[in-house]
């Protein structure tokens, strides 16, 4: 249209006309340009879409591509990662299957052995029914104490009803009369609510220490051997029901009883150790059992004529504060030369008795209170309540915390060290605040965490000599405190 305008005015038509096309012309280019640039914006913005959405298109496939590899990628880890622990898992299944083959086969041919020997048939005796061997004595509770242990040994109940019947019975028992006196004499003493017998082997002395149990119409005797699994249940089923109902009896050795013992919060008030006697076990047994027995509780040590219980009593006595011998057969010294005959409490037995302190002794040797299983992993200080009158010293402390993740070998460890000067002020309870709580974020990086916390004290008196004496074990404070000091 324009271009026409142009012509017409070039071929002179009227000034009017030429004016008007004039007039015109800038305003059809405008239009013209509008046009044009309206066409280019609207190509350029098709162009520009076309782009977006082919780079958009090829970003999602790249995406889709590298999830999918990466997805392959985890699941061929995941794979690996399993077969692994089922091989591990498979192997250690077949170690343990061939380690209870063995100890079948040992336990069998034992029993072979014996009943070749027809040893069997007289070594365990016809169980006697359930009756009242000292029916109306012991009412009270009576401490142990060398001297009520003595008036007991030669009182007319001992040495008449209680000796009448433990005599010669029950025959597989391991102990002597005078020893299955003492024993049976002890528990109706003290009452004990829990009993713990490192070594059952044909549970004579179970059977001893059950009846008494039952006499005392209390408690209950938890009885330990790992190479009894076959015979003890069998001996056990043809006891009277009251009698069983008394015992239970654990196929595994003392290090596994005390393991689950410690993780069942178990707490004994006598322990008799009669398993391994060598020095090594007997002390493992010894020391296991102290932690886990009742303020004033007693152990009685059986086979101490032998090297291995005993220096396992004077180690344990010299290194554990607060512990004493009823007797002098552990603490005395080896007067008559090293293999002279023991000179034991009561005649013809192996015991030594040791008492444990009425409270808690914490004295210059650092002590470990154990790891103890926490929900949340924060630990911000631990609680002491004091049990003695009279004391002043430097109370050193150290708080654990491990995180650990199942099945891995990943674990984290924190730690907070400090002191505290303490002295007998009437104070009794004792919040130690740690300077930093420990707290851990390993929760978040894995999924299956499990934590622990360890209070670990020691004790420099300023006598020199008096240990701390707690009411019971210190416990964490998992409550946000004052940071540093105590309150
Ligand atoms: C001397 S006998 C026990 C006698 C029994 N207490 C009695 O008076 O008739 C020792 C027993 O300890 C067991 N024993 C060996 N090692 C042991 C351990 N590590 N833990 C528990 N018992 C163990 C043996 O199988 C054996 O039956």
Redesign the pocket.
Known sequence: MTNVLKRLALKGINAAGYTLLRAGEPEAIRAEAVANAEERVARIREEAVANAEERVERIRQEAVANAEERVERIRKEADEDAEMRIGAIRSEAEDDAARRAERNRTETDDHVQVRDASLYPSMVSDIRPIEHITRGCFQDRTEATEASITEYMESEIALGRVFNYFSEYPT????STN?RMAIFGLIRMIKPATVV??????????EVIARALWENRSGVLH??????ARRCPSILRKWPKELRDRVRYWS????A?FERATRDHLQFDMV?V????DFE?ALF?LMAAARLLRPGGLIIV??CEQAGPLSACRSFLRDMPGWEEIGRLASSPDADGPFAAPSTLIADTGFAFLKGPDMVHVGERPVSFGQVRIERPKVTGFQIKLGAESFAGTLHYRVLLRAFEYGTSVIEELKSTGAVRLASDGQRVVNQWLAEPLRTDFGYLYANAVYTTEVELAWTPDDGNTPLQLTKNPVILPLAGPVGGSA
């Open positions: 597989q028992s391991m102990l020893a017998e490192i070594g059952t082997y044909y549970a004579g002395t179970s009885t330990v051997d790992p190479y009894g595994e050795n003392s290090a009883f008799f009669d398993g391994n006697h076990f047994d059986d086979n």
